[in-house]
């Protein structure tokens, strides 16, 4: 692989401003791979500390901070017109944006069947992590098009979490998000720009994570596991592959590519689903 993949490209990564996320690491790798980024989150204190951590290293140019809630289609489109006129282009789109009633000051973090978690935690998280990947996308996917190229990029969850009981509102929120980076694809077969996932595999070291001082982060999946993923699926070299899932854990650069692809990667969603025929009435 060249040294800067990425050079002259330009990404948006939405929630990466936490100091501690997947966000912060997806964007110290593309930047480290050659991209500019612009970085979203609605955290302005954390947005800029990390925005100028990354600065030290790729330089004064090479990150656009902009304040973004991803739930709202206004600041959506406003965010991808920010990007292109701040940064000359864009071509890749990280759908990384994510709570959970906790991290929003909804909730507790403790075991809340769904009957009790309230109408609010529910529609925000919901408006985070689903409706939140539907609007940049849709505000993204015009530019992509019109350019014949682009990469959109999402992170889900893993599928357990998905189903896990009281794990309401945030994996079936994760579910609506997989589901939709499934037609993405389909819908964009052929034209130059793909929808993939990509998922650490299991709980991670982020502020998702409750802060409980007797919890060892240590055992965590650590951030740093996005980072070779990312870049690979940002770049030329990804355009054969769409409507893909990938956990960043079991992506080994020591294998070849091809090894490297059937060892992380599946088909995205749920395509064993496709196999149950429903017998005639």
């Known amino acids: 692989m060249q040294e800067k993949p990425l050079a002259g490209k330009v990404a948006i990564i939405t929630g990466a401003g936490s100091p501690i996320g997947l966000g912060r690491a997806m964007t110290e790798a593309l930047v480290g791979a050659g991209a500019r980024v612009a970085m979203l989150d609605i ?29 709202s289609p206004d600041d959506a489109k406003a965010s991808v017109q920010k990007t292109i006129d701040g940064l000359g282009g864009l071509d890749i789109l990280v759908n ?40 940049m ?36 929120s994760k579910a ?28 991670s070291n982020t502020n998702l994570i409750d802060p409980r001082p007797d919890l060892d982060r240590d055992i965590l999946i650590q951030t740093d596991v996005m980072k070779a993923p990312v870049v690979w699926l940002a770049s030329e070299a990804s355009s054969e592959t769409n409507g893909r899932r990938f956990i960043g854990q079991f992506w080994d650069e020591s294998l070849p590519i091809e090894e490297r ?13 496709a196999r149950q025929v429903i017998p005639p009435r």
């Not at 944006?97 to 009790?116: D, K, M």
């Not at 992170?155 to 994996?171: A, K, N, Q």
Request: hydrophobic share 40%.
């Open 43 to 71: 955290n302005e204190e954390w947005l800029e500390s990390t925005a100028n951590d990354i600065r030290e290293v790729g330089g004064d140019d090479c990150v656009l901070p902009i304040i973004c809630d991803v739930s």
């Open 96 to 135: 990384n944006a994510g709570t959970n009633p906790r991290a929003a000051g909804l909730g507790s973090g403790g075991q809340v069947p769904f009957w009790e978690t309230s109408a609010e935690a529910w529609s925000r998280v919901v408006s985070i992590n689903f409706s939140g990947p539907f609007f």
């Open 137 to 172: 996308s849709q505000a993204v996917v015009g530019h992509l098009l019109a350019q014949k190229w682009g990469r959109i990029i999402s992170v889900t969850t893993s599928f357990d979490t998905m189903h896990r009981e009281y794990g309401s509102p945030y994996g079936p």
């Open 176 to 203: 609506g998000h997989e589901a939709l980076v499934s037609t993405m694809a389909k819908e964009l077969e052929g034209t130059g720009v793909t929808a993939n996932i990509l998922v650490p595999g299991g709980a």
């Open 261 to 273: 692809l059937e060892r992380a990667g599946a088909p995205a969603a749920w395509p064993e689903k």
